[in-house]
T-cell receptor, first 116, second 114 residues
Framework: GAGVSQSPSNKVTEKGKDVELRCDPI?????LYWYRQSLGQGLEFLIY????????KSGLPSDRFSAERTGGSVSTLTIQRTQQEDSAVYLC??????????????FGPGTRLLVL | AQSVTQLGSHVSVSEGALVLLRCNYS??????LFWYVQYPNQGLQLLLK??????LVKGINGFEAEFKKSETSFHLTKPSAHMSDAAEYFC????????????FGQGTRLTINP
């Protein structure tokens, strides 16, 4: 079946502009995660959605970052007033239920963001 | 807080040689541990995971890892390296606080020499 998909695959933007990154999880997966992969910080957790529960936003680095998940499926990560330090690969993952620690998270190919 | 340390940001082995990628974790509770592989310009793919069922875990592509509580380690091994194993490898531990988020190590880039 189809895996996690993300769009765009690459995004170049100018400092100060807003960007939106999209994630389509595996069909039927109720848990969705965003991670950021950057040279200086490695792989970091950003935000987690599980069903209708309030999202865990504990990893968002600043209030310029926000995310939503519509209809329990597609998610959009928005970065406002982008800064050069936001340049990174943004990875989305999904899992079936998110209720057991043993679950496997399936990752998308990522969106490579470059802020000039 | 849980954390993961991967010793060696770069490892280079000859084709056919043993692959050993080191991972040590810090956790105040029994951990759940994972190894992921990332090929160039691709997302992360699960190699294997430890969930307390067995200390020796076998994964895909001939990889395995052994959980050693006394050493707080979860090293990844493969008896004979193949050129296709060249990639970046990440060890991760589940954060038990609420969300099932993963805490990753810094990654180890594996190079295979012909």
């Amino acid at each position: 079946g189809a895996g996690v998909s993300q769009s765009p695959s690459n995004k170049v933007t100018e400092k100060g502009k807003d960007v939106e990154l999209r994630c389509d999880p595996i069909s039927g997966h109720t848990a969705l995660y965003w991670y950021r992969q950057s040279l200086g910080q490695g792989l970091e957790f950003l935000i987690y959605f599980q069903g209708n529960s309030a999202p865990d936003k504990s990893g968002l680095p600043s209030d310029r970052f926000s995310a939503e998940r519509t209809g329990g499926s597609v998610s959009t990560l928005t970065i406002q007033r982008t800064q050069q330090e936001d340049s990174a690969v943004y990875l989305c993952a999904s899992s079936l239920m998110g209720s057991t620690i043993q679950e496997t998270q399936y990752f998308g190919p990522g969106t490579r963001l470059l802020v000039l | 807080a849980q954390s993961v340390t991967q010793l060696g940001s770069h490892v280079s082995v000859s084709e056919g040689a043993l692959v050993l990628l080191r991972c040590n974790y810090s956790s105040s509770v029994p951990p759940y541990l994972f190894w992921y592989v990332q090929y160039p310009n691709q997302g992360l793919q699960l190699l294997l995971k430890y969930t307390s069922a067995a200390t020796l875990v076998k994964g895909i592509n001939g990889f395995e890892a052994e959980f050693k509580k006394s050493e707080t380690s979860f090293h990844l091994t493969k008896p004979s390296a193949h050129m296709s194993d060249a990639a970046e490898y990440f060890c991760a531990v589940s954060d038990l606080r609420g969300a099932q988020k993963l805490v990753f190590g810094q990654g180890t880039r594996l190079t295979i020499n012909p």
